[in-house]
């Protein structure tokens, strides 16, 4: 029985070495799957930490670029403003200058849109009522030298200023209001350049 037990002393000796060898195998493929998943792990958060990174300074790019484009869009709007207001004053100033230079204005811009045929001027009750006394006579002599005929209307036409040019069925707008309003993408540049 000496042998039996000997031999049984062996195989429970190799199977505890094996089982051991198993066991630190086992250990060793758990340490290096854990070390793995530990790497893993960390190539995450350090790619996951990187993307955040770039998100915030992605985002904080963007919040800046909206700062920087409403801050022009405020800067530009002030400027449209100023712009505005300096062509509304210049047109305002015309139409309250004194009658002598404010009708040798008119008698250029009727000079300008004189037609042939009969035409009829028609103005606001402030500005008929201020008409210098040669005035007609020298629309008249104007019209005529162009090879047509114009009169003032004894009629107030609803108009602050400036005139309406009348030719048969056709009415020209030439009030200040008008002129300017045709002219306003020249005088805004005009103004800019002198502004800026």
Same mark, same amino acid.
């Given at each position: 029985?000496a042998g039996?037990?000997?031999?049984?002393?062996?195989?429970?000796?190799e199977?505890?070495?094996?089982?051991g060898?198993?066991?630190?195998?086992?250990?060793?493929?758990?340490?290096?799957?854990?070390d793995?998943?530990k790497?893993?792990a960390?190539?995450t958060?350090?790619?996951?930490?990187?993307?955040?990174?770039?998100?915030?300074?992605?985002?904080?790019?963007?919040?800046?670029?909206?700062?920087?484009? *409403?801050? *022009?869009?405020?800067?530009?709007?002030?400027?449209?403003?100023?712009?505005?207001?300096v062509?509304?004053?210049?047109?305002?100033?015309?139409?309250?200058?004194?009658?002598?230079?404010?009708?040798?204005m008119?008698?250029?811009?009727?000079?300008?849109?004189?037609?042939?045929?009969?035409?009829?001027l028609?103005?606001?009750?402030?500005d008929?009522?201020r008409?210098p006394?040669?005035?007609?006579?020298?629309?008249?002599?104007?019209?005529?030298?162009?090879?047509?005929?114009l009169?003032i209307?004894?009629k107030?036409?609803d108009i602050?200023?400036?005139?309406?040019?009348?030719?048969?069925?056709?009415?020209?707008?030439?009030?200040?209001?008008?002129l300017f309003?045709?002219?306003?993408?020249s005088?805004?540049?005009?103004?800019?350049?002198?502004?800026?």
């Amino acid at each position: 029985m000496a042998g039996i037990d000997n031999i049984t002393k062996e195989i429970l000796q190799e199977a505890q070495e094996r089982a051991g060898q198993l066991i630190a195998e086992a250990q060793k493929k758990a340490d290096a799957a854990q070390d793995e998943a530990k790497k893993a792990a960390e190539e995450t958060l350090k790619k996951a930490g990187e993307k955040a990174e770039l998100d915030a300074a992605n985002y904080a790019d963007r919040i800046a670029s909206q700062i920087g484009l *409403r801050k *022009r869009q405020a800067a530009l709007t002030a400027k449209q403003g100023i712009i505005d207001q300096v062509i509304e004053t210049a047109r305002k100033q015309l139409s309250e200058q004194d009658a002598a230079p404010y009708f040798e204005m008119i008698v250029k811009l009727v000079t300008s849109h004189i037609g042939k045929g009969a035409g009829e001027l028609f103005f606001g009750s402030r500005d008929l009522g201020r008409l210098p006394k040669a005035f007609a006579e020298t629309v008249s002599a104007i019209a005529k030298a162009k090879g047509g005929e114009l009169k003032i209307s004894d009629k107030a036409a609803d108009i602050s200023d400036g005139f309406i040019l009348k030719y048969g069925g056709i009415e020209e707008n030439c009030t200040l209001d008008a002129l300017f309003a045709e002219k306003r993408d020249s005088l805004l540049d005009k103004v800019n350049k002198v502004l800026w």
